[in-house]
């Protein structure tokens, strides 16, 4: 089910991540906190991802596993890619 990534630690290259593999550009991608665009609903999926930037996908950067977080969708993560 669809869900969101909570934004403890979140930084641009996690961004970065995300917008490539969305196919959008990433030279310039931010990483933005604190529901930005509005709190999401469903599970939170990822916590304390951390990104090296050669990842083809989000859930292949480290995190401490599908669910295991301490967060509220007052913080999930979000994504501008420019």
Do not use: M, Y
């Not at 050669?54 to 890619?81: F, I, K, T, Y």
């Amino acid at each position: 089910s669809w869900g969101t990534v909570c934004d403890d630690d979140w930084d641009a290259v996690d961004a970065t991540v995300v917008c490539n593999q969305l196919g959008l550009p990433s030279g310039l991608a931010e990483s933005l906190s604190n529901a930005t665009f509005g709190e999401g609903d469903g599970p939170i999926w990822l916590d304390n991802v951390a990104c090296t930037g050669s990842e083809p996908r989000l859930q292949d950067c480290s995190h401490p596993g599908w669910g295991e977080q301490n967060c509220s969708h007052g913080e999930d993560a979000s994504v501008r890619c420019n």
